[in-house]
């Protein structure tokens, strides 16, 4: 079972789904060949839906965080970079580059 994320056009998290394992081939309905590997089933996704889609992890392996709804997917990072806490009130908040987590300071 693997978990893929629906862009938006600005790159923002609009939905998560449970999906096909990457590694798994199934047959269209056409007859034509679907999946065998992440980008296989990304292009499936978002073609079916029309809006980019992305593979996302729970373990933080794919993409350093698991996509949320208004996550923001950092196309330089390639990765899932949650929206800056507003709590608690006053905090300063700077986004550390290894996890795309942000931090107080």
Avoid at 44 to 61: A, D, H, I, P
Avoid at 68 to 74: A, L, N, R, V
Wanted: with cysteine; proline share 5%.
């Amino acid at each position: 079972m693997a978990h893929y994320a629906f862009l938006n056009n600005n790159n923002v998290v609009t939905e998560v789904i449970t999906g096909v394992d990457e590694n798994i081939i199934q047959t269209d309905t056409d007859g034509t060949q679907v999946g065998g590997n992440t980008e296989a089933w990304e292009t499936f996704y978002g073609n079916f839906r029309g809006q980019v889609c992305k593979r996302t992890s729970y373990n933080g392996n794919i993409r350093k965080n698991y996509a949320g709804i208004g996550y923001t997917y950092d196309t330089e990072k390639d990765a899932f970079i949650p929206p800056m806490p507003t709590e608690p009130e006053g905090s300063s908040w700077w986004l550390d580059p290894n996890t795309c987590r942000w931090e107080r300071i």
